[in-house]
């Protein structure tokens, strides 16, 4: 991994390198976004290049939870008791269920819930404090990437707030889809605010969300992944905030 992560590509199993290849963080296995590629067996079903890494990652890797849960203790600074109970707290199943399968108490499972929401806490923590330190020391490099960022989604609070009084009634539900890419993608920005990361959502939960703003939520649904304001399965069943 030789760039810094983020936590999200972290997450995921996969980084995206330049704009098209996305490369995967276990193996060497790349993927080309000018291209598609075949994810079944009959090669009946195609994808582009990070539909077919998220394919490669569930069905090479067991899914980035499994993959992440397999790296050494010196990466993931977990015990092998940790590592059983992330485990069975990420199939669902109830305090009792898993306090029957390793033969100890409910309050016992409990306390090792408690102990990891707590780890969770500390952890944002840190990588605040680290993230200050970094932003002190790389000050300059951060108003030079602010310069050089695409400017379609760089705006002023002046500008936002213009775009919102001409197409937001007051119940803030669009009265059109602007025209203009950058207008469309300041009202895309505001919809995404309703969308919380590391969540994952249904079509149907999308397009409830997507109704409460606009009207024509296919035509949203659409911009908001191709715009990278979120991801989608290759079936297009679950979808998240990138």
């Known amino acids: 991994m030789e ?16 704009e098209f290849l996305f490369h995967c963080l276990y193996c060497d296995q790349t993927f080309d ?11 009946n079903q195609f994808a582009r290049a990070e539909g077919a890494m998220i394919y490669h ?33 990420s199939t669902g199943i109830n305090d009792q269920e898993i306090a029957n399968q390793l033969g100890i ?53 002046k500008e936002r707030e213009k775009v919102f009084d001409v ?9 059109q889809i602007p025209t ?7 009202l895309l920005q505001k919809l995404a605010e309703n969308f919380t990361s590391e969540k994952q959502y249904t079509e149907k939960e999308v397009n409830t969300i997507i109704s409460k703003m606009f009207e024509d939520y296919v035509t949203i649904r659409r911009y908001l992944i191709e715009y990278g304001i979120l991801g989608r399965t290759v079936d297009g069943t679950m979808y998240w905030k990138i």
């Open 105 to 157: 108490t409910t309050s016992a499972v409990r306390n090792h819930r408690f102990k990891f929401k707590e780890k969770k806490r500390q952890a944002k923590i840190l990588l605040a404090l680290l993230e200050s330190i970094d932003e002190k020391e790389h000050s300059e490099l951060i108003a030079n990437s602010l310069i050089d960022s695409d400017e379609r989604f760089v705006s002023t609070k």
């Open 57 to 89: 990652m569930k069905h090479e890797h067991n899914g980035s939870f499994n993959a992440l849960l397999n790296l050494d203790k010196n990466q993931t600074g977990l015990s092998d008791t940790q590592k059983k109970f992330l485990l069975l707290f």
């Open 167 to 175: 197409f937001l009634d007051k119940n803030g539900k669009a009265n």
């Open 33 to 43: 976004d000018r291209f598609v590629y075949p994810i079944s067996d009959s090669n």
């Open 3 to 18: 760039h810094e992560l983020t936590i999200e590509e972290i997450r995921k199993g996969y980084s995206k390198n330049g």
């Open 180 to 186: 203009k890419e950058k207008k469309r993608i300041i």
